[in-house]
């Protein structure tokens, strides 16, 4: 599973890709680290998954999030923020976030997360009759 990190912050970016390269099958493929960057690399390089900041420099993740909605669907987005607000969390996961998750207390939950993706994205599809 090939995953893309938009944040930032170069210090949650290295922690960010340990934790991601530590789960077997999952790699980054690429950064960002302003909206408009991240929008271009999501279009791009089409990652299977992005870790989206919501404070970055030239928007909001959350644009990001609704740009990524409608061009690239199949996309999941796990929102990572130190703004895990309950107003944000609703806006976030009403505009199709995937998780969405506080750095402060949920970041070693992201593993488990792609792990269960990972899973999920090579299960053999249903036949159809």
Known sequence: MRVLIA???SVI????TDLVEGVPGVRVVAQ???VPRAIDCIL???PDA???DLQMPGGSGLDVL???RLRQPAIRVLVCTNYAYDQYREECINAGAY????????FEKIPEILRAL????TKPAPIKE
């Open 7 to 9: 944040d930032d912050s």
């Open 13 to 16: 970016v290295q922690r960010l």
């Open 32 to 34: 960002a680290s302003d």
């Open 44 to 46: 791009e390089v089409k």
């Open 50 to 52: 992005v870790i989206l």
């Open 66 to 68: 609704r740009i990524v």
């Open 99 to 106: 998780s969405f998750l506080d750095k402060s207390s949920d």
């Open 118 to 121: 990972a899973k999920e994205q």
